[in-house]
């Protein structure tokens, strides 16, 4: 028996955890900070709906040892993963001698994820598959980022990410699929020229890179309720997203066919037999 409040009501079928289908990464902190006590507060009320948590902006090195590792462990006790965020790129840049060492350290401090972003690096593909490679010598797992736009990640306008030029959506899957023959866990696809930093959305973008890498192998970045409306009405209630951390009720609502908008009211459905 379920005990979950209102079980009578009806609800579509969702994955149980582990799932590797309909998983939630919502962002820690970032735009403000995140201790062991809001997190318990969230964890306790919807964490079962909660699958990765991810650090951004290096926020981790910003901690002492031990409240970094009460939310890790906190994390871990309602079993959702915990992610580095794509903080790597920086260490390319300033330490590339300890690149090791933030790996060690990483796995040390109990980090289950490591994201390998690029949005603003000129790097070969080759690199960034041999850091998907290397990261899985540790006890963790390797999620490299995608993108179509040089710069993601960041706040710059978008004027001045037009400037730069978008990346051939080709590209963005032939290394997904790279790296994905190569072990990785996930795909992240960053929103910035999709959905985010555009004057009209790239929803054609989004299209291409589920069909050619398996919509199944992707997190989609989604930053606003109507780009992961748009998410769920196209790919269904089990795609995978990455959203802040105040929007997981919502998106479970959405997901789960409770709520919705006027263009989901009623029509998220799911099939129970479906594996």
């Not at 699958?51 to 409240?67: C, N, T, V, W």
């Not at 993108?147 to 960041?154: K, P, R």
Request: hydrophobic residues 40%.
């Amino acid at each position: 028996m379920s005990d979950r409040a209102f079980d009578f009501l009806n609800r579509n079928e969702r994955p149980e955890k582990p799932r590797e289908r309909g998983i939630t990464e919502i962002r820690g902190p970032y735009y403000d900070p995140m201790g062991k006590r809001e997190l318990r507060d969230i964890l306790e009320t919807v964490g079962r709906y909660v699958d990765i948590y991810k650090f951004s902006g290096g926020s981790f090195a910003l901690m002492d040892e031990e409240p970094l590792r009460e939310i890790i462990d906190t994390c871990h006790e309602f079993d959702v993963q915990v992610s580095t965020g794509g903080f790597i790129e920086r260490v390319l840049v300033r330490d590339q001698g300890h690149v090791g060492d933030y790996l060690a350290a990483a796995e040390e401090y109990g980090f289950d994820i490591v994201e390998i972003s690029s949005g603003f690096l000129a790097i070969d593909a080759d690199d960034l598959v041999a850091l998907t490679e290397r990261v899985q010598e540790y006890d963790m797992k390797a999620k490299p980022e995608v993108n179509v736009q040089f710069g993601a990640g960041g706040a710059s306008s978008i004027e001045a990410l037009e400037e730069e030029g978008a990346i051939d959506p080709q590209q963005a899957v032939d290394e997904a699929n790279r790296h994905l023959d190569a072990g990785a866990y996930k795909v992240m696809v960053e929103s910035e020229g999709i959905t985010e930093r555009v004057r009209d959305w790239r929803t054609d973008v989004a299209f291409a890179i589920a069909e050619g890498v398996g919509v199944e192998n992707c997190v989609f970045e989604a930053a606003d309720p109507p780009v992961f409306e748009w998410y769920i009405k196209n790919f269904g209630p089990n795609v995978n997203l990455f959203v802040d951390n105040s929007q997981i009720v919502e998106l479970e609502c959405m997901r789960s066919g409770l709520w919705g908008k006027k263009g989901t009211w009623g029509r998220i459905a799911s099939y129970g037999g479906a594996e």
